[in-house]
T-cell receptor, first 115, second 116 residues
Framework: ETGVTQTPRHLVMGMTNKKSLKCEQH?????MYWYKQSAKKPLELMFV???????ENNSVPSRFSPECPNSSHLFLHLHTLQPEDSALYLC??????????????FGPGTRLTVL | AQSVAQPEDQVNVAEGNPLTVKCTYS??????LFWYVQYPNRGLQFLLK??????LVKGSYGFEAEFNKSQTSFHLKKPSALVSDSALYFC??????????????FGGGTRVLVKP
């Protein structure tokens, strides 16, 4: 699991705060993903980046803003969140193609609480 | 649209007994199917996948899964469960082929509790 790291592991923020989640992968992958995992819903895909380009935005509210400066790093910028945004945010990476293209490797997640 | 159903929220099994976690899917064309496991306070870990070939797929930690095209199922199995197998298990699917992209759809998860 050290192949994909996420910081911070826990975050508590108010609705007017601005914060960022960071993900870094050390696996040489070229695709990165953000997922939201909450108690009431299955794992929800939020964003997909292939070769630093966003290829999927799963109707995510604009208060979540992703950034992928290179293939190894992925950020999720947060502003004016709502309490219902409290969840575990998971980052994952994979190869875009090749024999292991479908195996996604996940980070440990950031547990976000919005007050 | 693609979807995954895991009909059981929780499965209880005694240690040493066989374990089965059910998964059915819906996808256009040939499916790529996956199982992941999540331990408490951890991210998901890849267990096994079916892309093509033999319908019985063997994965990590003694787990295996059988692809059944006619029943659109991909049930996860382990012949003899361990207490350490207690975790949350996710089935996932995507449409086959490069044109379909790399978007996985996950099921709701099944919590497995193995009792000593």
């Amino acid at each position: 699991e050290t192949g994909v790291t996420q910081t911070p592991r826990h975050l508590v923020m108010g609705m007017t705060n601005k914060k960022s989640l960071k993900c870094e992968q050390h696996l040489g992958h070229n695709a990165m993903y953000w997922y939201k995992q909450s108690a009431k819903k299955p794992l929800e895909l939020m964003f997909v980046y292939n070769f630093k380009e966003q290829t999927e935005n799963n109707s995510v509210p604009s208060r979540f803003s992703p950034e992928c400066p290179n293939s190894s790093h992925l950020f999720l910028h947060l502003h004016t969140l709502q309490p219902e945004d409290s969840a575990l945010y998971l980052c994952a990476s994979s190869q875009v193609w090749g024999p292991n293209e479908n195996e996604q490797f996940f980070g440990p997640g950031t547990r976000l609480t919005v007050l | 649209a693609q979807s995954v159903a895991q009909p059981e929220d929780q499965v209880n099994v005694a240690e040493g007994n066989p374990l089965t976690v059910k998964c059915t899917y819906s996808v256009s064309g040939n499916p790529y199917l996956f199982w992941y496991v999540q331990y408490p306070n951890r991210g998901l870990q890849f267990l096994l996948k079916y892309i093509t070939g033999d319908n019985l797929v063997k994965g990590s930690y003694g787990f295996e899964a059988e692809f059944n095209k006619s029943q659109t199922s991909f049930h996860l199995k382990k012949p003899s469960a361990l207490v350490s197998d207690s975790a949350l298990y996710f089935c996932a699917v995507r449409a086959g082929g490069r044109a379909a992209g790399n978007k996985l759809t996950f099921g709701g998860g099944t919590r497995v509790l193995v009792k000593p």
